[in-house]
């Protein structure tokens, strides 16, 4: 099994910036994608971002595209999501989740962590 635990969600100013933290732990072995999701009050469950485990490949939803920007650290066991120009339109739950392989399904992805709560005030 995978663990999944996010951090460094908070409250921010329009145009501001916030970095999360996605640390895993357990079985991580058969995890090649690791994804960023979120959810905002009355809406689904959304993708934001993708990173390939040993290829480093990111992928993006276009409406965090040149905003914002995953990476990881091998090391460490650890995904991050670098938010730059944040707007209220961000303000939701963020999760991290790992999968398989390259998906912006949310089905596709197997372990979800808790989330962290981000919230953009105007």
């Known amino acids: 099994q995978v663990q999944l635990v996010e951090s460094g969600g908070g409250l921010v100013q329009a145009g501001g910036s916030l970095r999360l933290s996605c640390a895993a732990s357990?079985?991580?072995?058969?995890?090649?994608?690791m994804g960023w999701f979120r959810q905002a009050p009355g809406k689904e469950r959304e993708f934001v971002a993708g990173?390939?485990?040993?290829?480093?490949?990111?992928f993006y939803a276009d409406s965090v595209k040149g905003r914002f920007t995953i990476s990881r650290d091998n090391a460490e066991n650890t995904v991050y999501l670098q938010m730059n120009s944040l707007n209220p339109e961000d303000t939701a739950v963020y999760y991290c989740a790992a999968a398989a392989s390259p998906s912006r399904s949310r089905g596709s992805y197997d372990f979800w962590g808790q989330g962290t709560q981000v919230t953009v005030s105007s």
């Open positions: 357990g079985r991580t072995s058969s995890s090649y994608v």
């Open positions: 990173i390939s485990w040993p290829y480093r490949g990111t």
